[in-house]
């Protein structure tokens, strides 16, 4: 696995507002460095993926709308694929019984002085 320098976002945001096709060359060296590095079976599930994002920010008219359109798509992800787990968790779906409920809290009034 590569070693990666931390993300320096000053020097990105700065390449992309003085050499527009310099930072996208970057960005697509970058990502597909990344991708590299994902095993084989997942690979090919993250280059679609990210065909898919490339392809939202070229229907978008603005960053800000390709931003939205993102994060739609995440939170498309997260109600689609990651809840349905997570439900399946709570109610015991996992085989191992559902999560037992936490328990109640005591609350203790103040007494004014």
Same mark, same amino acid.
């Given at each position: 696995?590569? #070693?990666?320098?931390?993300?320096?976002?000053?020097?990105?945001? @700065?390449?992309?507002?003085?050499?527009?096709?310099?930072?996208?060359? #970057?960005?697509? #060296?970058?990502?597909?460095?990344?991708?590299?590095?994902?095993?084989?079976?997942?690979?090919?599930?993250?280059?679609?993926? @990210?065909?898919?994002?490339?392809?939202?920010? *070229?229907?978008?008219?603005?960053?800000?709308? #390709?931003?939205?359109?993102?994060?739609?798509?995440?939170?498309?992800?997260?109600?689609?694929?990651?809840?349905?787990?997570? @439900? *399946?968790?709570?109610?015991?779906?996992?085989?191992?019984?559902?999560?037992?409920?936490?328990?109640?809290?005591?609350?203790?009034?103040? *007494?004014?002085?």
């Amino acid at each position: 696995m590569a #070693a990666y320098a931390p993300f320096d976002f000053a020097h990105w945001m @700065q390449l992309a507002g003085t050499d527009p096709e310099c930072f996208e060359r #970057a960005r697509q #060296a970058a990502i597909d460095e990344l991708l590299e590095t994902a095993s084989p079976d997942r690979r090919e599930r993250l280059r679609g993926l @990210q065909w898919r994002i490339d392809q939202e920010r *070229r229907r978008a008219r603005t960053p800000m709308a #390709a931003c939205l359109r993102l994060s739609s798509l995440m939170w498309d992800s997260l109600n689609t694929e990651l809840l349905p787990v997570l @439900q *399946r968790l709570v109610d015991g779906g996992d085989g191992h019984g559902a999560v037992p409920p936490r328990p109640a809290a005591v609350v203790i009034p103040f *007494r004014r002085r």
